[in-house]
C-alpha cells in the first residue's frame, strides 16, 4: 500500500507539466482557416495545396483543401506569413501578403479569384488573379 503512495506525486507532477505544456502551446500558437473559391462561379477549389510562408523569419507549411475549398491549420506560430495556392491543374497564383497571427486568435478569411481558364486570352493569363480577401479574426 506504502508503494502506491510514492507513485502518486510523480504522476500528479506529469500531468500538471503535460497540462501547462499544453496551455502554454494554446497562449502561443495561432491558427488560419478559410476556403478557396472562384470569383466567376463561386465554386470550390477542391484539392488544392494552400502554401502558408513565413516572411518574417524562415519557415513554410502547407495543406490541402477540402472538397469544398476549405482549409485549417492550427498550430501556426505566431508571425507575418503570405498565402498562395497551387491548384490541382500545377499552377501557383499568390492568394495574399502580410497576414499577421496573433496567439491563440484564430483568422478566417475567404480567397475569391479568378483562374485563368484555356477559354480566356493569354493576357489574362499572364496577369497574376485578383484575391479578394474578406475575413476576421476571432479568439479561439
Keep these: 500500500m ?14 500538471m507539466g503535460l497540462a501547462a505544456a499544453l ?6 500558437s495561432a ?10 462561379d463561386g465554386s470550390p477549389m477542391a484539392n488544392a495545396l494552400v502554401t502558408i510562408t513565413r516572411i ?11 472538397k469544398n475549398g476549405k482549409f485549417s491549420y492550427y498550430t501556426l506560430p ?10 490541382p491543374d500545377g499552377n501557383v ?18 480567397f475569391k479569384f479568378k483562374v485563368p481558364g484555356a477559354a480566356e486570352d493569354a493576357a ?3 496577369n497574376p488573379p485578383s484575391p479578394q480577401p474578406s475575413g476576421q479574426r476571432r479568439n479561439r
Design 2 to 15: 506504502r508503494l502506491i503512495g510514492i507513485f502518486r506525486f510523480p504522476a500528479f507532477v506529469l500531468v
Design 23 to 28: 496551455s502554454a502551446t494554446a497562449q502561443t
Design 31 to 40: 491558427g488560419l482557416t478559410g476556403r478557396i473559391i472562384s470569383s466567376t
Design 56 to 66: 518574417d523569419v524562415p519557415g513554410t507549411y502547407r495543406i490541402k483543401t477540402d
Design 78 to 87: 505566431t508571425g507575418v506569413f503570405a498565402l498562395s495556392v497551387t491548384c
Design 93 to 110: 497564383y499568390p492568394l495574399q501578403q502580410r497576414i499577421r497571427t496573433s496567439p491563440g486568435v484564430l483568422v478566417e478569411a475567404t
Design 124 to 126: 489574362a493569363a499572364a
